[in-house]
């Protein structure tokens, strides 16, 4: 993809267990989103983190951004059944005011 | 708010038929754009709009077309449907800060297939 990748593409885990999804991009952004998508349904806003920013916190969600490495990271602690989805990353690219989505990780939560 | 609305959920189009999806918002968002989602991939951008008179393309536009009479309304025009057009359409809108995106609202999707 030209605006990056995601991986992995699929993460099955146990129930309580960490998860951590990672977004790379390769041109200057922003701003990045995450999103989380229920099968069948659209998309949920989950955290939007800027360019200046390093780290951002929503409740069990942690988001981490390195510019210099062009990359983010989405964390998920204390995994539960109802975080079972898609979590895709969206970059806003410098300059520009679209929003570019990669292909997503597939999460699933074992009981 | 009924937030983002699109119309119709489901449909059956034949190859060479044209048809309009509607995508509608209240929260008065300056930013609106058209998405598609093939199965099993993330989301593509086929076209968006940063206000109304004011269109640009996306990844994907070839095939579509938009317009952007109001800030409400955001129609996504098919001119002669494929079986390579079938998918799942999102709308989605946002709030612009200057030139800044921000959190995206999106609508439940239409589903449509091309015979």
């Known amino acids: 993809s030209q605006q990056g990748e995601e991986d992995p593409q699929a993460l099955s885990i146990q129930e309580g267990e960490n998860a951590t999804m990672n977004c790379s991009y390769k041109?200057?952004?922003?701003?990045l989103q995450w999103y989380r998508q229920n099968s069948g349904r659209g998309l949920v806003h989950l955290i939007l983190i800027r360019s200046n920013e390093r780290e951002k916190h929503s409740g069990r969600l942690r988001v981490t951004l390195d510019t210099s490495k062009k990359s983010s990271s989405l964390l998920i602690t204390a995994s539960r059944a109802a975080d079972t989805a898609s979590y895709f990353c969206?970059?806003?690219?410098?300059?520009?005011?679209?929003?570019?989505f990669g292909q997503g990780t597939r999460l699933t939560i074992n009981p | 708010n009924a937030g983002v609305t699109q119309t119709p959920k489901f449909q059956v189009l034949k190859t060479g038929q044209s048809m309009t999806l509607q995508c509608a918002q209240d929260m008065n968002h300056e930013y609106m754009s058209w998405y598609r989602q093939d199965p099993g991939m993330g989301l593509r951008l086929i076209h968006y709009s940063v206000g109304a008179g004011i269109t640009d393309q996306g990844e994907v536009p070839n095939g579509y077309n938009v317009s952007r009479s109001t800030t409400e309304d955001f129609p996504l025009r098919l001119l002669s449907a494929a079986p390579s057009q079938t998918s799942v359409y999102f709308c989605?809108?946002?709030?612009?800060?200057?030139?800044?995106?921000?959190?995206?609202?999106f609508g439940p999707g239409t589903r449509l297939t091309v015979l």
């Open positions: 989605a809108s946002s709030y612009l800060s200057g030139t800044r995106n921000n959190e995206q609202f």
């Open positions: 969206a970059k806003v690219i410098q300059g520009a005011q679209k929003l570019v």
């Open positions: 041109t200057s952004i922003n701003n």
